[in-house]
């Protein structure tokens, strides 16, 4: 069973920084997709960054230039760098996982990011 825990969650004002872990069960982040995703009160879940299996970046638009997904093989860990926080940050952080010898994703517990002043 796979697991997923991520940590680094809190209150921040706006402009400032934090930085989300998720640590993963078992040496397969390297032959898998890792996604960030977030959830606003009353809004869908949608995607903030993904690490592939080269260790390509993508980002939503949303968040390109503030935020720097990366991965840390030794430590099966990977984390998301949150820089220049704005209100509509705000969301729960979820920490995803896909591999194609896996028939379901796995999904971490969430992380609470609040974005405040």
């Known amino acids: 069973q796979v697991q997923l825990v991520e940590s680094g969650g809190g209150l921040v004002q706006p402009g400032g920084s934090l930085r989300l872990s998720c640590v993963v069960s078992?040496?397969?982040?390297?032959?898998?997709?890792m996604g960030w995703y977030r959830q606003a009160p009353g809004k869908q879940r949608e995607l903030v960054a993904t690490i592939g299996t080269g260790g390509t970046t993508t980002y939503a638009n949303s968040v390109k230039g503030r935020f720097t997904a990366s991965r840390d093989k030794v430590k099966n860990t990977v984390y998301l760098q949150m820089n220049s926080l704005k209100p509509e940050d705000t969301a729960v952080y979820y920490c995803n996982l896909q591999n194609p010898y896996m028939a379901n994703a796995y999904w971490g517990q969430g992380t609470q990011v609040t974005v405040s002043s």
């Open positions: 078992g040496r397969i982040i390297s032959a898998s997709t």
